[in-house]
């Protein structure tokens, strides 16, 4: 008989648990750049109005 190991016993690693990181970084970046994107598109949607009311100004001044 051989004798027992003393201390603690190191735990099995997770064989799925680089896996789980990888996708929670990935997921992590890619809540950022949705983030970025949607602040673009309200932006846009803001220049848009503006302009949107420069030509509707720029056309009624022209019929008056």
Do not use: F, Y
Not at 29 to 56: F, M, N
């Amino acid at each position: 008989m051989a004798p027992k190991k003393r201390g603690c016993r190191k735990k099995k690693k997770n064989p799925l648990a680089d896996e789980s990181v990888r996708l929670e970084n990935e997921n992590r970046q890619l809540k950022e750049k949705l983030r970025k994107a949607e602040t673009v598109i309200d932006i846009q949607k803001i220049i848009s109005d503006l302009l949107t009311i420069d030509q509707d100004l720029i056309h009624n001044g022209r019929n008056s």
